[in-house]
């Protein structure tokens, strides 16, 4: 009973009223222009509102002595207290470019002037605007150092963040995701699809589970300073998310909505159906083939990109409601996305929910908060490598449908691709959950004891099936049906203790924590063939599949992971900073020589702006010297590596003194008990600064940075116990580089303001002592069997292009080729980021830029489908670049820097125009709009997009089949009241 009268209270509250003296005014900033949804509070209550479009507000406060508290982010709050007037104009100060501002850094929060680490804050207002399905896509384009690639355009696909470059030769170099204290798996809970189709789908992003409309902001953690406290998962670089939380005060709802349509951004460049002809006419003779032979019976002109590719809807909906009354403050949130994709049948539709809850007790000394999401996820997929290669290459005078309607299928030629809409399926279904807990308490003032459990639960059962169609002349001689059901659960518990303390010129914070985290992954498959019936599509009853040749596999993980760490932050006469940390780590999946590493960091910061030669400075607002260094680590290696693993045979295999054993045991895994982290050494100097009050500010920050003890797997030296070993190489990973980032107020009246801001990063990455070379990048298509597109090789850049360089045809068309050698770079040397916010009195437009140069792409579908002999030989068509008529149709093509291009882009990536509705009535906000995705992209590469990798891991710039991203506008309304 008491529990029912707490929450009924809890609804009640924000919406009760006792107030008397109804109190009008407006809130200005320094320049008098209005500032909408600043914060007005009457003090010691809960009472309070928020400033409308204009800058107006109206407050019932409970007598003529209340005090009201105005406060805007980025500015100084301000109290005034009740003279006896009704109606008041309140002019807020800048907060000195934000320096008072606390930031996140893991583990708590330093004041913005007080930060020593190369750090980054982007808030909501910030992000890149549209259908954002994971966190790392609001940032594309907008910090420094961070490239962001969506690797493919299918819905929810993942996409590869590098932060200052690529760390590792055998590992992900995606940096850690922390969310609300809680540092994620991070893992894909995906699996590979069925043999020889589908062969180029992307996993899924394993953070679809987070809104974008819940993230209140995101901090990147670039140098090793700033992520040393994270110690063995730091190497990459971190992203804090911090989601919202209710305010004390009216509940506040929100609505927003949004729909609107994806198109292909471009088409592939390939012969039309003329050309096509006309080039398989010249051919013919060559080949020995009759011209009338490449030319379907029904000689159409069809466009097989228009085909497979359709005008795809997309619809968001998000509502929410927050506010707080006394101690208590809440924030609840309930979304909804339904994206379809461009290739017919595939989509993604997400429901998410997120509850934030606050509260306090004991005069503020115990403060409990708990945050929950859960998020249902379901993904429908396709045959991507079979549909986007068959569309290209595909003849286009054959029709789609035949007289029975049915897609067409002729014997001895690659299928249809639109038949795979109804041949091949690929569902998956996942449940996420993310659920954290903290309680702190104050022992005694500037000492405070924090616990935080979090759990995370991922379970996911994804389906693939393939249907016969070799009775009509298909390629696809089987059915079949596969389940993947995989569960992923992480939970963390830790403990720690901060100790604040001032003096007249000191001021320092002591942290000491303990943290205990664990990760469990099971997973399932289960294979069946050959299917009773059609009309019940198996991927919901399995048992329409014969039980013969059934295939079933599991497996279980389990990592754990304990750390002991601390850090010290001190500033003397706020001038002088410094920073040191220590974190120690032990975890399961290294040798039992080597469990813990131990990963410190120092950092030191110098505001040279308020030394006695700039305090009065007319010019520097805001001047700090950065130097940091430390060392971070990377545990990413199998589980079990360094165990010995054993298999048994029950084929009669196994032989001892000339005599047959019926059964055996063999090691299949060398144990190596000395393996050890990764570790990653980091050097940092950087400068902030700020001019004209802070109308203009930047940083300056250049960082080199080393990877050593690499794990690779390599021959086992002999006498061994299996082929193979895992080890930590002698090689280096370097990365070096510049970052600028620059902020500029341009203009600001009170109809019209400018902002610009824009980063370009410079980075060179290179491979020392590496004893032997290392080839990665399976080429995939016809004639490239056991052949590699990358290497890793010594004074190299990670997985460069190394491959025969082309150099022309001879007489006969034959293609002269150099021996491999280093042909492109598949890491660019420069990312940027251009964004540009105006308002026009009630209407605004961003518009946001991203680019990277010096960046090359292997073309591996135009290298498996784009030669005359592919054309000549298979009636395939081909892409018109490629089109040579010196080459010759008898040989097949050599894999060769021929199909390495220019991965150069600049990409009007996002554009937003809105207006803000005023006179609405009873609402606090109403605001319209219309965003742009892909609006347009420059570049000289011939595939649909030049941001693209089809393999993931540790391969880079490889296209086989990409998914074009698409081109989305959508019209939406946010309301709130």
Same mark, same amino acid.
């Given at each position: ?36 949804s ?18 107006n ?6 007598d ?13 709050s ?50 890149n605007?549209?259908?954002?399905n ?15 690639t ?10 590869d963040?590098?932060?200052r ?15 609300d204290?809680?540092?994620l798996?991070g893992?894909?809970s ?11 789908s ?27 406290i ?15 939380e ?41 080949v ?6 490449y ?6 002109n ?17 509502l ?15 979304g ?20 934030n ?12 908060r ?13 045959a991507?490598?079979?549909?986007i ?14 007289a ?5 299928t ?12 109804d ?40 389906f ?14 089987q ?30 914070d ?15 498959r ?20 014969s039980p ?10 389990e990592?754990? #992971?304990?750390?002991?760490?601390g ?14 940390s220590?974190?120690?780590d ?10 813990y590493g ?17 305090t ?14 430390g ?31 019926? +059964? ?9 008990p ?19 009050n802070?109308?203009?500010?930047g ?5 080199y ?7 690779l797997?390599?021959s ?44 370009i990063?410079? #980075? ?8 032997t070379d290392?080839?990665v ?39 002269i ?20 916010g ?21 073309? +591996? ?5 784009s ?6 030989? +298979? ?12 080459e010759?149709?008898?040989v ?6 021929r ?20 006179d609405?009535?009873?609402?606090d906000?109403?605001?319209v ?27 880079y ?21």
């Amino acid at each position: 009973m008491k529990l029912k009268l707490l929450i009924l209270l809890m609804f009640i509250i924000p919406f009760a009223s006792t107030a008397q003296i109804q109190i009008t005014g407006t809130v200005l900033d320094d320049q008098n222009i209005p500032l909408p949804s600043a914060s007005v509070l009457e003090k010691g209550t809960s009472n309070g509102v928020v400033t409308d479009f204009d800058g107006n507000f109206t407050i019932m406060v409970s007598d003529s002595n209340a005090i009201l508290l105005f406060s805007y982010i980025g500015f100084e709050s301000q109290e005034i207290a009740l003279d006896g007037s009704s109606s008041y104009t309140v002019q807020l100060i800048t907060a000195s470019t934000g320096l008072d501002e606390v930031v996140l850094v893991g583990y708590g929060g330093v004041k913005s002037k007080d930060v020593t680490g190369a750090v980054k804050v982007i808030g909501a207002d910030d992000f890149n605007k549209g259908v954002n399905n994971a966190p790392g896509q609001l940032l594309q384009g907008k910090i420094a150092g961070v490239n962001v690639t969506t690797g493919s355009g299918e819905p929810g696909s993942a996409i590869d963040i590098n932060i200052r470059g690529v760390n590792s030769i055998g590992s992900s170099s995606n940096p850690l995701f922390v969310v609300d204290g809680v540092p994620l798996d991070g893992g894909s809970s995906t699996s590979d699809g069925l043999s020889g189709v589908g062969g180029t789908s992307r996993p899924k992003n394993p953070l679809n589970f987070l809104n974008p409309q819940d993230i209140e902001s995101i901090t990147v953690l670039k140098d090793a300073s700033a992520t040393a406290i994270y110690g063995t998962r730091g190497a990459n670089g971190v992203i804090l998310i911090k989601t919202k939380e209710g305010k004390t005060g009216k509940t506040k709802f929100t609505l927003s909505s949004s729909a609107g349509f994806a198109t292909v951004a471009r088409d592939v460049d390939l012969l039309s159906a003329s050309e096509y002809r006309e080039q398989t006419a010249r051919l013919a003779p060559i080949v020995g083939r009759e011209p009338a032979s490449y030319i379907d019976s029904e000689n159409t002109n069809t466009d097989w990109q228009d085909e497979v590719y359709r005008t795809a809807q997309v619809s968001n909906h998000n509502l929410g409601f927050s506010g707080g009354a006394g101690s208590t403050t809440y924030s609840v949130s309930l979304g909804y996305l339904d994206q379809e994709g461009v290739v017919e049948t595939t989509e993604h539709e997400s429901i998410t929910g997120r509850v934030n809850l606050g509260t306090s007790l004991l005069d503020d000394r115990l403060k409990f908060r708990a945050n929950l999401a859960i998020a249902n996820l379901t993904d429908e997929s396709q045959a991507l490598g079979s549909v986007i290669t068959g569309a290209l290459r595909a003849n286009p005078t054959s029709p789609v449908f035949g007289a029975d309607g049915q897609p067409t299928t002729r014997a001895g030629a690659t299928d249809n691709p639109v038949s795979f809409f109804d041949l091949y399926r690929d569902r998956a279904e996942s449940k996420r959950i993310l659920a954290n807990f903290t309680t702190t308490y104050t022992i005694v003032d500037g000492l405070d004891y924090k616990l935080n459990f979090g759990y995370e639960n991922s379970d996911t059962d994804r389906f693939f099936r393939l249907f016969n169609n070799s009775v009509d002349g298909g390629d696809q001689g089987q059915d079949q049906v596969t389940q993947d059901s995989r569960e992923d659960t992480n939970v963390l518990i830790e403990n720690f203790l901060t100790y604040t303390k001032s003096y007249d010129k000191w001021n320092f914070d002591v942290l000491l924590g303990h943290s205990y985290q664990t990760f469990n992954n099971t997973a399932l498959r289960i294979e069946r063939f050959d299917f009773s019936t059609t009309e019940i599509d198996p991927i919901f009853n399995l048992g329409v599949a014969s039980p013969e040749n059934t295939t079933v596999a599991s497996s279980n993980t389990e990592r754990k #992971l304990q750390s002991f760490f601390g850090r010290f932050n001190a500033s003397f006469l706020d001038k002088y900073l410094v920073t040191a940390s220590l974190r120690a780590d032990g975890s399961s999946v290294f040798g039992e020589n080597n469990k813990y590493g131990y990963f410190p960091a120092v950092a030191l910061g110098w505001r040279i702006s308020q030394e006695d030669f700039l305090t009065d400075s007319e010019v520097f607002s805001n001047l700090k010297l950065r130097l940091g260094w430390g060392q971070t680590g990377n545990q990413a290696v199998p589980v079990r590596v360094t165990q010995a693993s054993f298999a048994t045979s029950f084929d009669n295999s196994f032989t001892f003194a000339g005599t047959t054993v019926v +059964n055996g045991v063999t090691t299949t895994r060398t144990p190596n008990p000395d393996l050890k982290w990764e570790v990653t050494e980091q050097y940092n100097i950087g400068l902030d600064w700020a001019i004209l009050n802070g109308k203009v500010s930047g940083t300056v920050d250049y960082f080199y940075k080393t990877t050593t003890d690499l794990f690779l797997e390599v021959s086992a030296p002999v006498p061994a116990l299996a082929s193979t070993i895992f080890v930590n190489s002698d090689a280096e990973v370097i990365n070096k580089g510049f970052e600028f980032a620059l902020d500029v107020n341009v203009v600001r009246t009170e109809d019209f303001s400018l902002d610009l801001t824009g980063n370009i990063s410079f #980075l060179d990455n290179s491979i020392e002592g590496l004893t032997t070379d290392i080839f990665v990048g399976n080429i995939s298509g016809p004639g490239a069997s056991g052949e590699f597109s990358s290497i890793f090789t010594n004074g190299e850049s990670a997985g460069s292009f190394f491959l025969p360089r082309f150099q022309g045809f001879d007489a006969d068309g034959v293609e002269i080729v150099s021996d491999p050698e280093i042909v492109g770079d598949a890491l660019p040397n420069s990312i940027y980021g251009l964004n540009i916010g105006t308002t026009y009195k009630n209407f605004d437009l961003t518009l946001g830029f991203n680019g990277v140069g010096g960046i090359d792409i292997f073309n +591996n579908t135009a290298r498996a489908y784009s030669s005359a002999a592919s054309l000549g030989q +298979n009636g395939n068509n081909i892409f018109r670049e490629y089109l040579d008529v010196d080459e010759s149709p008898l040989v097949a093509p050599v894999s060769s820097s021929r199909f390495i291009e220019d991965g150069s882009f600049f990409r009007l990536n996002n554009a937003t125009l809105g207006w803000n509705i005023e006179d609405n009535g009873f609402l606090d906000t109403l605001r319209v709009y219309v965003t742009g995705q892909n609006i347009f992209v420059i570049t000289d590469y011939s595939g649909y997009d030049p941001e693209i990798n089809t393999q993931g891991g540790n391969v880079y710039g490889v296209d086989f089949g990409g998914y074009p991203r698409p081109q989305t506008f959508i019209f939406g309304i946010d309301l709130s009241f």
